[in-house]
């Protein structure tokens, strides 16, 4: 709550769960205004990701509580 906000600072998604992606394809794109800390951000954001080749299948009834 004490934290101050930089608004220079944030990710901007390009692909959402389920989404296809091609081989080096960009999944979002990190806003950064301290290159010293972008190793250890990009390390974050890619534990954030799975990756499979299998196509992802979202279960009916989350579907339903979201109305799609």
Partial sequence: MDSTIDPAVGILLHKKS?????????????????????????????????LADDEMTVPEQVLERLGG
């Fill in 18 to 50: 389920g989404d296809h992606v091609q081989q080096g394809e960009a999944l979002c794109t990190l806003l950064v205004n301290d290159e010293t800390r972008l190793a250890e951000v990009t390390t974050l954001v890619s534990k954030a990701y799975t």
